[in-house]
T-cell receptor
């Protein structure tokens, strides 16, 4: 049983570019949440997707957008990249309305903006 | 504002020794508190989760305590191993919102 998978594992972009990160949730999970983790900091909540809709959103600008597909996989898009967007981007999956304990994280995508 | 504060920021211990990490929170209304272990460059992995009524929970050599009255939690690592070197993150849940601490980086040396 595959856990949460994210791709790519590492990515290097330049300022102003756009990036798309991908996430496949753990089998049986239908909800995907995205987090940004700067070096030495805890993860910061970006948004959560369920039933292909954004259900919750953290304090992130509109440059950050997402999508969830019918198979529950998800994408995170970031436009007009800034140097400050360099971080580890984590995807976490869960079952909507299920046991809150069952939140599983992927290994993340390390994004470097030069 | 919901906040989770962890201390110390980092610590170094010798293999075989014990250590205790602290977490103070101001999250309300409280739902549960979790401790995660995060290896460098990897995603967090759940160690323990405690609800309001639980004041201690163990997972192998990891023991978490919770004092809901003082809004404090601790994570005790017993007989540390080199593989315990990681960041330990305290996460407090309020309804369906999670508040993350910045983590404590533990380095275990031989």
């Amino acid at each position: 049983d595959a856990g949460v998978t994210q791709s790519p594992t590492h990515l290097i972009k330049t300022r102003g570019q756009q990036v798309t990160l991908r996430c496949s949730p753990k089998s049986g999970h239908d909800t995907v949440s995205w987090y940004q983790q700067a070096l030495g900091q805890g993860p910061q909540f970006i948004f959560q997707y369920y039933e292909e809709e954004e259900r919750q959103r953290g304090n992130f600008p509109d440059r950050f957008s997402g999508h969830q597909f019918p198979n529950y996989s998800s994408e995170l898009n970031v436009n007009a990249l800034l140097l400050g967007d360099s971080a580890l981007y984590l995807c976490a999956s869960s079952l909507f309305g299920g046991d809150v304990e069952k939140l599983f994280f992927g290994s993340g995508t390390q994004l470097s903006v030069l | 504002k919901n906040q989770v504060e962890q201390s110390p920021q980092s610590l170094i211990i010798l293999e075989g020794k014990n250590c205790t990490l602290q977490c103070n929170y101001t999250v309300s209304p409280f739902s549960n508190l979790r401790w995660y272990k995060q290896d460098t460059g990897r995603g967090p992995v759940s160690l323990t989760i405690m609800t309001f009524s639980e004041n201690t929970k163990s997972n192998g050599r990891y023991t978490a305590t919770l004092d809901a009255d003082t809004k404090q939690s601790s994570l005790h690592i017993t007989a540390s191993q080199l593989s315990d070197s990681a960041s330990y993150i305290c996460v407090v849940s309020a309804s369906d919102q999670l508040s993350f601490g910045a983590g404590t980086t533990v380095t275990v040396r031989a």
